[in-house]
């Protein structure tokens, strides 16, 4: 598949040097089957939906509907999984065999402006997925006069 | 022609920068005064007036960070590595800009859309003021070694 030819060989990992190879493989490998599991799992429930629709029996289904609210999740962390897998997998190389990470990081930052930069954005996002979830459960709160 | 290839690409970052100020300054302005302006419909009015527009005056900001970033990446590099923690603050002040003038007439509490007004208005002039820090500290001049890094911790003054 790497090489668009079933019968091509494809490179072992023994084959590159221990200091060419990514830190964590295990972190790489995890997190690309979650995202591959997630996605088949998606298209297993569209098609359930699907079928149920064409038999109109959708919307009664109350597990289901249940089911559904939940795995609004899931493309999120499918989402987040992959972008594990790119950023682990293309260690060590920031391009690949022309700029290792380690040669890529800037002098002039110190680590704690970018742990600082770090959490900042952690808050704001907390912030705005709390605003979200606080604003969305009041619109669609049958009770609320909005 | 006669203009250098890099000369022109002097003159667009200028342009666009120069422009980035006029139309965001316009809204930045108009954030910065929205506290001092006491009654409901004249904040409405404000906000109305830099409503259409405010959203595609930021981009020219983009614009100009971008071609700073393909037509002269060793001042890009140098600039963005010494202020990141102004630019940091700027982006998060970006953010809640933003949100402020969205959430602000989501909920009829007059709390909320007080505490959303703060958050614009005190928004609107970090971003003027983290990008007048950068901007300043660069016309005094970078002190940078041979590979561009920044030599002292820069500070507001």
Redesign the interface.
């Given at each position: 598949m790497l090489h668009q030819d079933f019968n091509a060989p494809v490179t072992g990992l023994k084959a590159f040097k221990k200091a060419d190879r990514p830190g964590s493989l295990n972190i790489t490998f995890q997190s690309y089957h979650i995202m591959i599991a997630i996605g088949m799992l998606l298209i297993g429930l569209t098609s359930l939906a699907a079928y149920l629709h064409w038999k109109n029996k959708l919307f009664t289904n109350k597990k289901l509907m249940l089911v559904f609210v939940w795995a609004v999740l899931l493309p999120q962390i499918a989402n987040q999984a992959g972008w594990f897998t790119a950023e682990t997998g293309r260690q060590p190389w920031v391009v690949y065999n022309l700029l290792r990470t380690s040669d890529a990081l800037s002098q002039s930052v110190k680590a704690e402006q970018v742990m600082f930069s770090l959490i900042l954005f952690t808050l704001v996002y907390l912030l705005l997925f709390t605003l979200f979830i606080y604003l969305l459960n009041k619109k669609n709160n049958p009770w609320s006069r909005a | 022609m006669g203009i250098e290839y890099s000369t022109w690409w002097f003159l667009i970052i200028g342009a666009t920068f120069t422009g980035y100020a006029i139309l965001d300054g316009f809204d930045l302005g108009a954030g910065a005064i929205h506290l001092l302006l006491k009654k409901e419909e004249s904040r409405r009015i404000a906000l109305n007036a830099i409503g259409p527009v405010w959203d595609g005056n930021e981009v020219w900001l983009v614009i100009g960070g971008g071609a700073l970033f393909a037509g002269f990446p060793k001042v890009y590099?140098?600039v963005f590595?010494?202020f990141?923690?102004p630019f940091?603050l700027f982006l998060?002040a970006l953010?809640v800009r933003a949100?402020s003038i969205e959430?602000r007439s989501?909920?009829?509490m007059r709390w909320w859309r007080r505490m959303w007004d703060v958050c614009y208005s005190i928004s609107s002039i970090v971003i003027a003021l983290a990008l007048g820090v950068v901007l300043g500290n660069v016309l005094l001049g970078l002190a940078i070694d041979g590979?561009g890094?920044?030599?002292a911790v820069p500070s507001i003054f």
């Open positions: - | 590099a140098a590595s010494a990141y923690i940091m998060v953010i949100i959430f989501k909920e009829p590979q890094n920044y030599q």
